[in-house]
């Protein structure tokens, strides 16, 4: 493994995050409704479990999938499930006080823990992306360096986003704005969480 392909994979890694999904707009709308704190709680979350798919590609899971198809769709379905879930939740307290509305502290890092947990196709993802990437033969401890690289690099790039979106003029604005918000962020969390149910 050389540094060259640590960068080539970090670079495809910002790209990934930088797409719209239910990882970017969940971590987006908890950092402007509950703050920096719980910006970077759920960042810590979302970055985790988005390691811990790589590591899960690292390790074969991708194989497994393909070999045990229902378990991948029972993953799925319970993946789309839980975001549909939350969608329903946000439309339903798009009225709420915000101080009410916003997850802090653990119930933050759990939500985020729960929407990349609920996304299994980010394992497919992540397998193809590393045999392209990196060569065939990597040690564990190499395997175990991308895994801790991918989690600092999420962390990071949500702590950037928290710091950001948490600040008085975004959060007046979202203040402004709650109802709608939450009821845009709640129309294209329920999509995605249709589109991972149905889609192949």
Do not use: C
């Amino acid at each position: 493994m050389t540094t060259a392909q640590l960068i080539a994979f970090n670079l495809t890694l910002l790209a990934a995050m930088a797409a719209p999904g239910p990882a970017l707009l969940y971590a987006l709308r908890q950092s402007v409704a509950g703050g920096f704190a719980t910006g970077v709680a759920t960042g810590v979350g979302l970055g985790l479990v988005a390691a811990l798919w790589t590591g899960a590609a690292l390790l074969g899971l991708n194989a497994v999938f393909a070999l045990v198809p229902w378990a991948y769709l029972a993953l799925k379905t319970a993946g789309a499930a839980y975001l549909i879930w939350v969608a329903i939740q946000l439309w339903r307290h798009a009225h709420t006080p915000v101080a009410d509305s916003a997850r802090p502290g653990a119930r933050a890092f759990l939500g985020g823990v729960l929407v990349n947990l609920a996304n299994p196709k980010s394992v497919l993802f992540a397998g193809a992306v590393l045999v392209v990437i990196f060569p065939p033969d990597l040690t564990l401890a190499q395997k175990g360096l991308i895994v801790l690289n991918h989690f600092i690099v999420e962390v990071i790039v949500y702590t950037l986003f928290a710091a950001f979106l948490s600040s008085a003029p975004a959060r007046a604005g979202y203040l402004r704005l709650k109802p709608i918000i939450d009821r845009t962020a709640a129309v294209i969390l329920g999509a995605l969480g249709l589109r991972l149910l149905f889609g192949r």
